[in-house]
T-cell receptor, first 115, second 113 residues
Framework: DAGVIQSPRHEVTEMGQEVTLRCKPISGHNSLFWYRQTMMRGLELLIY????????DSGMPEDRFSAKMPNASFSTLKIQPSEPRDSAVYFC?????????????FGDGTRLSIL | GQQLNQSPQSMFIQEGEDVSMNCTSSSIFNTWLWYKQDPGEGPVLLIA?????ELTSNGRLTAQFGITRKDSFLNISASIPSDVGIYFCAGQQTQGGSEKLVFGKGTKLTVNP
């Protein structure tokens, strides 16, 4: 079975540029989660969707961050404009059901470096 | 936001030794999860705990959901080199009618052969 697929695996860009991270959840999973991981703050939930609808975006840092899920098999996390402090590993995860009661399956992440 | 205190931050052990790590909080959680993360990869679920007092094993791994619902521990018996990685706890709780999932900062495990 294909797991959660994220792209790109690595992204290096200059501050001020727009960054788009992509995620394909496991087929049949109806919840999708975006996380950010840094040494200082650990793993933080940014936003999660259930049946393509955003349920909780209280973890999104600020208006520069936006996420969409146009269909059950694709989601994007966009940062515009990007800043050096956005440098982190961004993970996408998916699960069956709604909420957090079902185990989440993580992708391998996108390592983002903003210069 | 809500914090989980995970300890120890790091451990250096010899192959064959047993390992114990735990997570504590001042708040009550409904679910406890334990994940392992290898370098360059995403976290992988090891054990999920859904009831206070529950003790669950997965091979050499054993985890327990604390009876107070405020803590959980993970034990690894007879460690082997491939146990190296970062172990995270995560707790799920309901706050103000919405569900939240909080992660610990991780325990970095090094196993010397």
């Amino acid at each position: 079975d294909a797991g959660v697929i994220q792209s790109p695996r690595h992204e290096v860009t200059e501050m001020g540029q727009e960054v788009t991270l992509r995620c394909k959840p496991i087929s049949g999973h109806n919840s999708l989660f975006w996380y950010r991981q840094t040494m200082m703050r650990g793993l933080e939930l940014l936003i999660y969707f259930n049946n393509n609808v955003p349920i909780d975006d209280s973890g999104m840092p600020e208006d520069r961050f936006s996420a969409k899920m146009p269909n059950a098999s694709f989601s994007t996390l966009k940062i515009q404009p990007s800043e050096p402090r956005d440098s982190a590993v961004y993970f996408c995860a998916s699960s069956l059901g709604s909420g957090f009661n079902q185990p989440q399956h993580f992708g391998d992440g996108t390592r983002l470096s903003i210069l | 936001g809500q914090q989980l205190n995970q300890s120890p931050q790091s451990m250096f052990i010899q192959e064959g030794e047993d390992v114990s790590m735990n997570c504590t909080s001042s708040s009550i959680f409904n679910t406890w999860l334990w994940y392992k993360q290898d370098p360059g990869e995403g976290p992988v679920l090891l054990i999920a705990l859904y009831k206070a007092g529950e003790l669950t094993s997965n091979g050499r791994l054993t985890a327990q959901f604390g009876i107070t619902r405020k803590d959980s521990f993970l034990n690894i018996s007879a460690s082997i080199p491939s146990d190296v990685g970062i172990y995270f706890c995560a707790g799920q709780q309901t706050q103000g009618g919405s569900e939240k999932l909080v992660f610990g900062k991780g325990t970095k495990l090094t196993v010397n052969p």
